[in-house]
């Protein structure tokens, strides 16, 4: 219930059938899963194929251990494993072949890539990646960037993703409300809490100097209508809707002081 527009947001992506990555962000039991699995009963309903894995706490450790729950069933089916080959390297890692370390995992990462083209139209989801290991996060984010006809689809806990890397700064575990701001201040950007730890943040601190040069270089990098529109977003907040900011794009620099309250 109350999740229309999430609905319709997940409906649309596994229509369009392109390639993407969408991730459901959210604490415990606030139901991602359960949203998630909706996006999957209409991905199944469509014909396309369904990939899904799950990270858990105490297999943070293992390597690609999502990824290889939701690839092997797959490649168990398929007759024809050509430029599959390198998979044996994530389905079987006591064969792992010699040479170039990054260049073998380069390789997979592709395998895996071709994979997902290979079943398009074709959802990935993977829950629980505040439990997933680096690499698996990087498959993912390299899988979304490298498909076509592929929807990946990742759903996570932001607190938890931002507690590992805050305690191993800090040097001990951060009490609640610190955890909390940090939190919801660095919407899980690792520069972000880097900068946001390092400073100490408190409510009232000052926003530390990398996040303000980051987000003002990017800002330099729009034109002045794409300005004017992110302007407009930070003065309404949620009530810069869609129908808004379609005017405010290409209207007068005065438009938005003139016609917003």
């Known amino acids: ?108 990462f592709e395998a895996v890539a071709a994979l997902a083209t290979r079943l398009a139209a074709a959802v990935l989801f993977v829950d629980d990646l505040h439990w997933a290991d680096h690499g698996t996060v990087e498959l993912v984010h390299y899988t979304g960037r490298n498909t076509h006809g592929v929807l990946l689809l990742g759903a996570y806990r932001p607190s938890e993703a931002v507690a590992e890397p805050t305690e191993i700064l800090l040097g001990h575990t951060p ?39 980051v987000v003002l270089a990017r800002l330099h990098q729009l034109d002045g209508a794409e300005r004017r529109v992110l302007e407009v977003v930070a003065v309404a907040g949620e009530s810069a809707s869609g129908a808004v900011l379609r005017l405010v794009r290409g209207a007068p620099a005065r438009w938005a002081s003139e016609n917003l309250p």
Do not use: W
């Open 175 to 213: 009490g609640p409300e610190f955890a909390a701001t940090v939190t919801q201040r660095a919407k899980g950007v690792p520069l972000f809490v880097t900068a946001l730890v390092h400073e100490g943040y408190h409510e009232n601190a000052a926003l530390p100097a990398i996040v303000r040069d």
């Open 1 to 108: 219930m109350g999740r229309d527009r999430e609905l319709t947001m997940l409906a649309e992506a596994v229509q369009d059938a392109a390639g993407r990555l969408l991730l459901l962000s959210g604490e415990a039991r606030i139901g991602k899963s359960r949203l998630a699995d909706h996006a999957l009963d209409g991905a199944r309903e469509q014909g396309q194929a369904v990939l899904r894995g799950q990270a858990h706490a105490p297999h943070s450790g293992l390597a690609y251990a999502p990824i290889v729950e939701a690839v092997r069933p797959h490649v168990a089916q398929l007759s024809d494993h050509t430029g599959l080959e390198h998979l044996g390297r994530m389905l079987a890692p006591a064969l792992r072949p010699g040479g170039d370390p990054a260049l073998e995992r380069t390789r997979m």
